[in-house]
């Protein structure tokens, strides 16, 4: 057995964890399932929040979002640690191995290991830390395409690659949710929206970019401005 998705999402609407969020009688449920215009408008946040700097440019045939930099953040505080930490240890184990005049295969080893492995890690971190303070993010979508843009320090990058506007198929909003690891851990995976055009997933608010009030008025805009509706994790 098969529902619609616009039924999937009255049914999640119905059982949201906020009570804040659910119909409040059974009369609201019953034209909230008949008339789209009652599920739009309901529980959306239909205005952008007063203290929000995210801009949203919007016309019939052009949308587009940007996303400036998030700042400094006492969340940040973890990954600045343990980059200086990592990138401290890695640049004190070079002068260690330059001065100790240790054998030509041990020097070798730390050629062709350390840049792999250590290096790559360290500027993993610091541009994680450097694009939550100074990185910006566009998302535009036209008639013909999708495009989500990163930029840093006048540097664009696209991920993924822009895909045809007519292959957006889904809208998702996620929860926050956690990941666990191999040692038993848990993680926070913070809620974002993801669009889907074909097997190609646009994300947008990850990481605490967004607030969540932020990610229901700006997905709220990209289900009117798309006509699709909103799926939403249990």
Known sequence: MSFSSIFIDWLQWMTEPALD??????NQALQALEKEETRKKAF????KPADSQ????????????????RGFTLELLPTIG????????LVNWYLMALRSGNSMNTIEWFAVFFPLVHVGVGIWFTLRILFALFGQVWLQIN?????????LFGLNYQR?????????????????SYKSSSEGSKTEVKPQINIWAGTKKFTIGGEGLLSEIELDWL??????????PIIREA
């Open 143 to 151: 008639s013909e395409k999708i495009t989500l843009k990163y930029r």
């Open 44 to 47: 959306l946040v239909s205005t």
């Open 21 to 26: 969020h659910r119909l409040k009688s059974a």
């Open 219 to 228: 997905v709220g805009e990209l289900s009117d401005w798309l006509d699709l």
């Open 54 to 69: 995210v801009i949203l440019n919007k016309r019939h045939n052009f949308l587009e979002i940007y996303i400036p930099p």
């Open 160 to 176: 993924p690659r822009p895909a045809s506007r007519h292959n957006i198929i889904k809208l998702e909003r996620t929860k926050i």
């Open 82 to 89: 343990f980059a200086a930490v990592w990138n401290g240890f």
